[in-house]
């Protein structure tokens, strides 16, 4: 697993508790140096911590999974746009553009294998899990999502969209989503 912003390193400490070997990194050093303070020295075999803008695989080094959460779509998009290489699993967590997010991971070739709408401190996220291949979505698909996990927090995510986007006047493309988003609060 490689996680790009990795911040805390929250989740590679997580993952060394289970045994799983991963990446820690992050574009400015103090974060990594304050990163590998914060851990546990008996979680340190499990965690290899690197400062650098982006994905940071050696050429060797194949078949991760890569996390990009903490970013906006755009930072995610730029990310994936600038690297050759190729993941089994690239889950993300956005807060924004989401529907722009699905739509350029299928021109890089991945497509949604399942959604997750997560809430915390009043505030919506989308995690999207990616994994290659190729797939047709409809204009709907593009817009809500695909393979939600938590019917009833996408109900409120949609509705919360809905009130939002009723509140700008005059823009046509807003009305069109919001009439889409109605047909997906069950």
């Known amino acids: 697993m490689l996680d790009v912003g990795c911040d805390q390193a929250l989740l590679s400490r997580l993952l060394a508790k289970r045994g799983i070997y991963s990446i820690a990194s992050d574009l400015r050093s103090n974060i990594i140096e304050n990163a590998k303070k914060g851990t ?4 340190k075999p499990f965690i290899d911590f690197r400062i650098g803008n982006g994905i940071t695989l050696h050429d060797d080094e194949n078949d991760y999974t890569l996390v990009l959460a903490g970013m906006g779509t755009n ?14 699993k690239i889950i993300t967590v956005s807060n924004n553009k989401n529907d722009m997010l699905r739509k350029e991971m299928l021109s890089l070739n991945y497509k949604i294998c399942l959604e997750e709408i ?4 009043g505030k919506y996220y989308n995690l999207i899990v990616f994994i290659p291949g190729k797939s047709n ?19 409120e995510y ?15 493309e807003l009305v069109k989503v919001v009439e889409i988003l109605k047909k997906y609060t069950y």
Do not use: A, M
Request: charge should be positive; aromatic fraction near 8%.
């Open 137 to 155: 979505y409809i204009e709907e698909e593009l817009i809500v999502g695909v393979n939600h996990q938590n019917k009833d927090l996408l109900k």
């Open 40 to 43: 546990p020295n008996d979680l």
């Open 75 to 88: 930072t995610i998009l730029n990310i994936l746009k600038d690297t050759n290489k190729r993941f089994n």
């Open 158 to 172: 949609n509705e919360y969209l809905i009130e939002k986007y009723s509140r700008i006047k005059g823009n046509k």
């Open 118 to 121: 997560i809430k915390e401190k």
